[in-house]
């Protein structure tokens, strides 16, 4: 069973200039010579984490980690101007431009996967590679599993209270009840559900693993709630089922498509519907894992589908 890489720090960090207000922080760690990987974190806002740079032989691979816009350290932290889908895709370009990377093997589980699935298909010759984990794909299905009726089902003390939470709720449309409540003139409203948003999100990925706080909500915390609903109240700023219908454009893209079973924040539906889009993609389905690359099976399911990549592949940039 494959586990993470030892620790490695970058060779070379930067911040990108976007055109605009975003300073998109950028760093390179294992071979410049390798195959370049970029990255796509999860969230959204949720940032990189030295252990990500793991995934990859730092012999074989030239790491590329960034945090999305407000997101880690790019700054300004939590700014939502000029700050999409389209607007990440764009950036992504823009590394890749700045590295005179002509392809490179994209990377990401969560929303990464949609922003990696994303931008591959708006920039199918610029990809050698997508390995995707825990398939989520912006429909509408998704958001109501996650933030309607679905998960809370599992979990209905930790949904109970976010729903209290949230002065006059609706029920109806949890997310823009959320989205105005974090907007109000009441702070102590703005805080108490931010709070009880991120630890709902906290409970459905963590599970049993999941232990609350008591900690007052700090405003780079608020922001970060800011963030999650800004995507998911504008629907990732994707098109209905667009990830899907656009998946023909990928069918020359080796593809690795890794799935927990247990994943209650992305269902496993959402991963067989990718692999039916995408046929010719290895579907690995990962009985006892859940929704974080953490966990044995996860890692060495991520980190065998890396080195297989690179065993295969013969890189000419």
């Known amino acids: 069973m494959k586990t993470l890489y030892p620790e490695i720090q970058p060779f070379n960090s930067f911040f990108l200039e976007t055109g605009d207000q975003h300073r998109v922080y950028v760093e390179q760690s294992g071979n410049p010579e390798g195959i370049p990987v970029i990255f796509l974190h999860g969230g959204p806002c949720s940032g990189t984490k030295p252990h990500h740079r793991q995934f990859f032989n730092p012999q074989r691979y030239h790491i590329i980690l960034f945090d999305q816009r407000g997101c880690g350290l790019s700054l300004p932290f939590g700014e939502l101007e000029n700050n999409t889908t389209q607007d990440l895709c764009a950036d992504i370009e823009r590394i890749r431009t700045q590295l005179n990377i002509k392809q490179w093997l994209v990377f990401g589980g969560s929303w990464g996967g949609a922003l990696a699935l994303y931008y591959a298909q708006q920039h199918t010759d610029k990809v050698l590679g997508l390995i995707i984990r825990a398939v989520f794909l912006a429909r509408q299905r998704d958001l109501e599993w996650f933030a309607k009726d679905g998960v809370g089902r599992i979990y209905p003390e930790q949904w109970q209270r976010l729903i209290a939470s949230i002065p006059n709720a609706s029920h109806h449309n949890l997310v823009e009840d959320c989205y105005e409540a974090l907007w109000s003139k009441d702070e102590v409203t703005q805080r108490r559900v931010a709070k009880e948003w991120l630890a709902w999100g906290a409970q459905v990925a963590l599970g049993n693993d999941y232990h609350p706080t008591d900690e007052a909500i700090s405003e780079k915390t608020l922001k970060q709630a800011r963030m999650e609903l800004h995507y998911a109240k504008h629907c990732y700023f994707i098109d209905e089922n667009q990830l899907l219908a656009n998946c023909h454009l990928l069918t020359s893209i080796p593809t690795v498509i890794i799935h927990g079973r247990r994943d209650l924040v992305c269902p496993i539906e959402a991963g067989l519907s990718l692999h039916q889009a995408l ?17 044995e099976d996860m890692i060495d399911a991520l980190v065998s589908a890396t080195d297989r ?9």
Do not use: C, K, S, V
């Open 279 to 295: 046929p010719h993609a290895d579907y690995i389905i990962l009985p006892n894992a859940g929704h974080i690359a953490q966990g």
């Open 309 to 317: 990549f690179a065993e295969n592949h013969t890189f000419l940039n």
